[in-house]
């Protein structure tokens, strides 16, 4: 079983920065963040695989870096120069399996999710 929580969530004013935290409790292949706005889909926003390789959706490539603490137990989304539009309940997610890299941003892969925590960008 696999157990996942997030804290980090927060206001703040766009241009500024958060960094969302998951701690999570049993084995993993895949994670990933994934966010979901009010009257939307939830969507992918970074994934990370036990072998090191990333995956970002293009809205957040170059500003939000996904990483993983090990020692930790541990994942991590920095987010820099955060807009309004990053507004939403943010995700972490888990899979116990090797999917193609295709899929890491499908939200169907994964099998276990965290709470949520809420991430507000005022303009």
């Known amino acids: 079983q696999v157990q996942l929580v997030e804290s980090g969530g927060g206001s703040v004013q766009a241009g500024g920065s958060l960094r969302l935290s998951c701690v999570v409790s049993?084995?993993?292949?895949?994670m990933g963040w994934f966010r979901q706005a009010p009257g939307k889909e939830r969507e992918g926003v970074a994934a990370?695989?036990?072998?090191?390789?990333?995956k970002y959706a293009d809205s957040v490539k170059g500003r939000f870096t996904v990483s993983k603490d090990n020692a930790k137990n541990t994942l991590y989304l920095q987010m820099n120069s955060l807009k309004p539009e990053d507004t939403g309940v943010y995700y972490c997610a888990a899979v116990r399996w090797t999917p193609g890299s295709s899929l890491y941003m499908e939200a169907r892969i994964y099998g276990y999710w965290g709470q949520g925590t809420q991430v507000t960008v005022s303009s």
């Open positions: 990370i695989h036990n072998n090191g390789d990333t």
């Open positions: 049993g084995y993993t292949v895949l």
